[in-house]
């Protein structure tokens, strides 16, 4: 494509940074129109307490939208990426993303996230085309709360830190992966400063060899948990998350786990199923940026 044919094919939309107080009820209608089952209509009142939304203007009119969450120490994580239904397949697409990636330079982020399922293809070669690679396969699973059993999981006290070693991720990455969830994803080595606070919250909770970071009411018929389990050999810490769930008054919980064939038998075995929508195939994307020379 020729210059030229670029400039014609992104003319006329910009970046607008949303306002979550007062522009909400606009971003609702805006999804709602793209596609009135999206499950972000129903979250988005916690959506939007977190992480940088964007919106992309087209003659006065939303066609895009998405979030950038910082992370801290260069990290980021793009999600909930949207354009409009009658709009797909134009560019808007790589025009926001790439917006995004400005955005997300502006603000010092050198390695951004993003999970996309398998048979998007559509999303995934925009990814791919601004240079996001992928990382390593995912499912996302849900059970039922409840087990017979199963060894305690208990919160975690004041100061606890976790050691690895972490069992949870193909070793490729070779890095202590937490997987995306009420934090938008971080990776890297134990935070201290992200364990400190999900103890304050009330959502670290730990057992022998075994650890998994919880949000409960994540959704709430039925009521669900998120969970990000964090360590210890899943025979082993399913059934505890599985009976934690239910200790915390929850009917059901959920989690990205790692996808490769003897875990996704262990899962079947442990009674976890495939998200329903989700497919069973997601696939973590990454772009790494060099950071800029400190001067
Ligand atoms: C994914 C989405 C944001 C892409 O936006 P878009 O404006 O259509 O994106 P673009 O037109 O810039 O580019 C899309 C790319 O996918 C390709 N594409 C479009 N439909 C496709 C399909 N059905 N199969 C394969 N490729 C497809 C386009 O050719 C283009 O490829 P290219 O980059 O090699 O030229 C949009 O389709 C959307 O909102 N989908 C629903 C929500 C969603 O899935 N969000 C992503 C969550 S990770």
Known sequence: MSLAEVQARFRGMDLHRIDPEHEVGRLREFLSESDPRDYLIEDIDDWIQEGRLWTGVEGGSWVAFGRLHDLGRGEGWVSGLRVQNSKRGQGFGGKFLTGLLSDARSIGLTELRAVIEDENLASRRLFARLGF???????????????????????ALAGEGLHGPIGWLPSRTERVDLLPGTDGGRFGRWDPHILDRWIKEGKL???????????????????????????????????????????????????????????????????????????????????TEARPASR
């Open 133 to 155: 690679r992928p990382m390593f396969e995912m499912t996302l699973r849900c059970a039922k709360a409840g087990s017979i059993g199963a060894e305690s999981l208990r919160p």
């Open 205 to 287: 909770f730990l057992g022998h060899e075994l650890a998994a970071a919880v949000q409960v009411d994540w959704l709430r018929e039925p009521r669900t948990m998120w969970v990000n389990p964090l360590q210890g050999n899943p025979g082993s810490l399913i059934p505890a998350i599985a009976s934690l769930a239910k200790t915390l008054g929850q009917e059901e919980w959920q989690a990205y786990l790692p996808s490769t064939e003897d875990l996704r038998r262990v899962y079947a075995n442990l009674g976890l199923s495939p998200y329903p929508f989700w497919g069973d195939r997601i696939h973590l994307y990454e772009r």
